[in-house]
């Protein structure tokens, strides 16, 4: 059973700072992984989908890495400011076939705060 | 604008009552999918359904049931039988994850925090 998890669970560094947060699964069969971005009480906007196949996608201030036979992802964010405080959850979506094929797998996220 | 939209924002439930939560896309998305939030846990899938008038279990299925009567409407039902059903509910969409359509990403509503009086 896949199993995905965050690191660390709640992060807080001043504006300005360039941080980086952990994605770690257990099972490397994956079709992709994708962040997301959780505001209080709100959806998941999704931030960057990376395939099995890439290294890593960028988006802005944003860099997601993969090294899917290591079974991690990082979340790069640049120059931090206090809009990027929410949380970031990353999820993977196991290689084609099964019966789970198209399910998603979450972390439990990470919370960062970005202060003044 | 396309998107998801969940309703009701707050929902309360009293004990022995089955309540329903609504969710509606205008995204043409053949998937969508119903996902429990627990304070400090991701998201974990209820159900999901990839066509319309039929539906699979996901890992905590029991206590909840689903229709899929049209494809646009995704309605989930918290029954009685689910002893803790106090969460956050989000729905979301995607195309179907057929091959080629790999780098599409679920959407997401706004949930319902659903509570118990």
């Known amino acids: 059973k896949q199993e995905v998890t965050q690191i660390p669970a709640a992060l807080s560094v001043p504006e300005g700072e360039n941080l980086v947060l952990n994605c770690s699964f257990t099972?490397?069969?994956?079709?992709?992984l994708q962040w997301f971005r959780q505001d209080p009480g709100k959806g998941l906007t999704s931030l960057l989908l990376?395939?099995?196949?890439?290294r890593e996608q960028t988006s802005g201030r944003l860099n997601a890495s993969l090294d899917k036979s290591s079974g991690r992802s990082t979340l790069y964010i640049a120059a931090s400011q206090p809009g990027d405080s929410a949380t970031y959850l990353c999820?993977?979506?196991?290689?084609?076939?099964?019966?789970?094929?198209?399910?998603?797998?979450f972390g439990q996220g990470t919370i960062l705060t970005v202060h003044p | 604008d396309g998107g998801i939209t969940q309703s009701p924002k707050y929902l309360f439930r009293k004990e022995g009552q089955n309540v329903t939560l609504s969710c509606e896309q205008n995204?043409?998305?053949?998937?969508m999918y119903w996902y429990r939030q627990d304070p400090g846990q991701g998201l974990r899938l209820i159900y999901y359904?990839?066509?319309?008038?039929?539906?699979q279990k996901g890992d905590i299925a029991e206590g909840y049931s689903v229709s899929r009567e049209k494809k646009e409407s995704f309605p989930l039902t918290v029954t009685s039988a689910q002893k803790n059903p106090t969460a956050f509910y989000l729905c979301?969409?995607?195309?179907?994850?057929?091959?080629?359509?790999?780098?599409?990403?679920?959407?997401f509503g706004d949930g319902t925090r659903l509570s118990i009086l």
């Open positions: 979301a969409s995607s195309i179907v994850f057929l091959r080629g359509a790999s780098n599409q990403p679920q959407h």
């Open positions: 099972d490397s069969a994956i079709y992709n």
């Open positions: 990376i395939q099995s196949s890439q």
């Open positions: 359904s990839q066509i319309v008038n039929d539906f």
């Open positions: 999820a993977v979506r196991p290689a084609a076939g099964g019966t789970s094929y198209g399910k998603l797998t």
């Open positions: 995204l043409n998305h053949d998937a």
